[in-house]
């Protein structure tokens, strides 16, 4: 059974542009959550997804930042009109039962 | 509020002595707890959870965990360390349920030889 996938691994995007960070969780999982890691500091809750649903967007910023779980395909976390400030590790975890998370490697987005 | 403290930001310690990390919380409800371990670059592995029962919780790599509700406490522990544990030790709280996981600002651990 394959852990966690996200892709990419690295993004680098220009100040303004989008970033899209895919998450495809453990196979039979249904709940996905997405958190931010800045440089020496924990993660961050941004928000939890089921299918086609946001459960709990609590941690998002308000603007620019977007979450989707399809019915079909991978969780997608998007970023729009990217600043400095969004340079960052995110990571997607999965659970099957929302009791216990699983962590894919991460996505490193630099901004430049 | 819901919070995980760690109050040791980093700890050395020499291969084959033991290891303590401390982790403190405040939560409204039960608690689910978990330590996670992070290597450079890499994703978050979990090490143990605690959920009910036994507050002495086993996990993989020889780390055990003790939950103490009076104080608030899920230190993790073992009894020797090897040079591969070195790596950031994080613990989280999670009210089951769907509920977010909060997590600690983490404890980096250099193995010494």
Do not use: H, M, R
């Given at each position: 059974n394959a852990g966690v996938m996200q892709n990419p691994r690295h993004l680098v995007r220009r100040r303004g542009q989008e970033a899209r960070l895919r998450c495809s969780p453990m196979k039979g999982h249904s709940h996905v959550y997405w958190y931010r890691q800045l440089p020496e500091e924990g993660l961050k809750f941004m928000v939890y997804l089921?299918?086609?649903?946001?459960?709990?967007?609590s941690g998002m910023p308000k603007e620019r930042f977007s979450a989707e779980f399809p019915k079909e395909g991978p969780s997608i976390l998007r970023i729009q009109q990217v600043v400095r400030g969004?340079?960052?590790a995110y990571f997607c975890a999965s659970s099957p039962s929302a009791y216990e998370q699983y962590f894919g490697p991460g996505t490193r987005l630099t901004v430049t | 509020a819901q919070s995980v403290t760690q109050p040791d930001i980093h700890i050395t310690v020499s291969e084959g002595a033991s290891l303590e990390l401390r982790c403190n919380y405040s939560y409204g409800a039960t608690p689910y707890?978990?330590?996670?371990v992070q290597s450079p670059g890499q994703g978050l592995q979990l090490l143990l959870k605690y959920f009910s029962g036994d507050t002495l919780v086993q996990g993989i790599k020889g780390f055990e965990a003790e939950f103490k509700r009076s104080q608030s406490s899920f230190n993790l522990r073992k009894p020797s360390v090897h040079w591969s544990d070195a790596?950031?030790?994080f613990c989280a709280?999670?009210?089951g349920s769907g509920n977010q996981f909060y997590f600690g600002t983490?404890?980096?651990?250099?193995?010494?030889?």
């Open positions: 089921q299918k086609e649903n946001i459960i709990d967007e969004d340079s960052a | 707890l978990f330590w996670y790596a950031e030790y709280v999670g009210g983490g404890t980096s651990l250099t193995v010494i030889p």
